[in-house]
Each structure stands twice: as C-alpha cells, then as structure tokens.
C-alpha cells in the first residue's frame, strides 16, 4: 500500500481521528488548521485516500539554549551563539486502528528528511527537539537516536546526525 504526506486540508476526514490521547485527538480536531493560518505550525497528514488520516505531525521553528545542549555538543558550536535554531517536532500521532502498521516510524522519518531538507535549502537548522508525552513516547524517540536534554523533558537529534539517515 503506498502512503502520501500532505499539508493538512480541509477534506481531510479530521473528526474520524482519534489516537487515543485526547490533547493529540483535540489539536488536530480544533487546532491545527487554526496554527496553520496563523503560521503557527505545519501540520503534516499521513493518507492513502488523501481523505483518512492515518497519522499527523507537526512541525515549526524553535530555539535553545545553549546551556540545554549536552557539553559534547556544546563545545563543537562557536561561542557566539546562546539560542540555536532547531526544528519543534511539536506532535505525532497515529489513529488507534493503524497501530502497529509502522506509521509512527513513517511519520517520523518524513518528519526528519522534511526538517533536514528544510534546514539545508531554506532556513537553518542544528537540531530537531520534540516534548514527548508520556514514557511511550520516550522510548519511541529513543529507539530512533533522539537524546533527552537533562532537566527539561525535551529531548533532540542534531542534524548532523539526521543527515547520516539521507
């Protein structure tokens, strides 16, 4: 079966979603389209109809601390630079009845290339944060290379890294 990844719209079946967490079910039912006119963020939709949502991420622009960064990193970067550009990978979920089919894992990986893109062709960026949820969440985030940042329940893949995946 082949997938698409499209900007939010308003055909998509928005009401049907529904992944098992209300504040994930809710932002894309009553916010997304909202933050998208606002160019708050983009939100990204995984179908195979262009109508059903099987899946959804956001993303938008962010900064960090210098201080956030693990001390490996922190001594790479010039020290001109107290807030670095990253990429929010603010949210990603998938609908219940696609769960265990890998959408997570594609979302995910469109989420990085769209972000590593981006950051080479238009505006830069060192790094991809998310805020997981819950330890679910954490643990996925794990599983593909993201590390936490210490006292901040963030946690982030430097682009360097990403680039190695494309």
């Known amino acids: 079966m082949s997938y ?22 809710n932002y894309l ?20 109809d262009y109508r059903e949502i099987k899946g959804y991420y956001t993303l938008s622009s962010a900064s960090i601390q210098r201080g956030q960064l693990p001390e490996s990193l922190i001594k790479k970067l010039p020290l001109g630079y107290n807030d670095l550009p990253v990429t929010l990978l603010g949210r990603l979920a998938v609908d219940i009845r696609f769960k265990g089919h890998g959408i997570g894992r594609l979302l995910l990986i469109d989420a990085l ?9 238009s505006v830069a960026s060192m ?9 679910a969440a954490k643990s996925f985030y794990s599983k593909y290379g ?9 946690m982030f893949i430097a682009m360097a890294t990403v680039v190695q995946l494309f």
Request: charged share 25%; glycine share 8%; hydrophobic share 40%.
């Open 127 to 135: 790094a991809i944060v998310v805020d997981p949820v819950d330890d």
């Open 146 to 154: 993201f590390i936490s940042l210490p006292g901040s329940g963030k």
């Open 29 to 48: 039912h009553k916010q997304a389209g909202q933050d998208m006119k606002r160019k708050l963020s983009a939100c990204f939709v995984l179908t195979d």
């Open 4 to 25: 698409l990844t499209a900007l939010l719209a308003s055909g998509h079946l928005k009401a049907a979603f529904s992944c098992g967490n209300e504040m994930l079910d």
């Open 113 to 121: 290339k769209r972000s590593y893109e981006t950051s080479v062709a």
